[in-house]
């Protein structure tokens, strides 16, 4: 199985904690051609692979992490939002310099506010993701250009 497509079983086991908490009856996370689904009950999860579908030749795009910029991804399934609460001033624009551990963004995910902090220090220089916009697991939220 490829590399990029493999989901660590630490994940898996925070979507079975995840379901545990909250009440749903099943969780589905696809990764590439990995498909997880976790049911309530008393079976244990169950990894399958989805379906094979052709792969279609993607567009020629211009990749910003090749750009030697870092992306912040989402550590969940979620909504993300750019400030704290509707109204309030937003945590990062493109331009600002942040530091390790200053929150970015926020994802929720059942009714949870999760703050999303950068991992490195740099410039803000793209949030390909709308306010209040649904996001996956690993979409990149936030570029940042590296640096002191």
Do not use: W
Not at 41 to 69: F, I, K, S, Y
């Amino acid at each position: 199985m490829n590399e990029e497509h493999r989901l660590p079983m630490e994940d898996v086991g925070r979507l079975v904690d995840l379901l545990r908490e909250s009440g749903l009856g099943e969780i589905q996370v696809r990764r590439g051609d990995l498909e997880i689904t976790v049911k309530a009950g008393h079976e244990a999860p169950v990894a399958q692979p989805a379906p094979r579908v052709e792969a279609q030749p993607e567009p020629e795009t211009e990749d910003p992490e090749r750009n030697g910029l870092h992306a912040v991804r989402s550590p969940l399934v979620g909504t993300f939002y750019r400030a704290p609460a509707p109204g309030e001033e937003v945590y990062v624009e493109v331009g600002d310099r942040v530091e390790p551990g200053q929150t970015l963004c926020i994802v929720e995910a059942m009714k949870l506010m999760n703050e999303i902090p950068a991992d490195i220090s740099g410039e803000v220089v793209e949030i390909p993701v709308g306010d209040a916009q649904g996001v996956e697991y690993d979409q990149p939220l936030i570029y940042l250009r590296p640096g002191g």
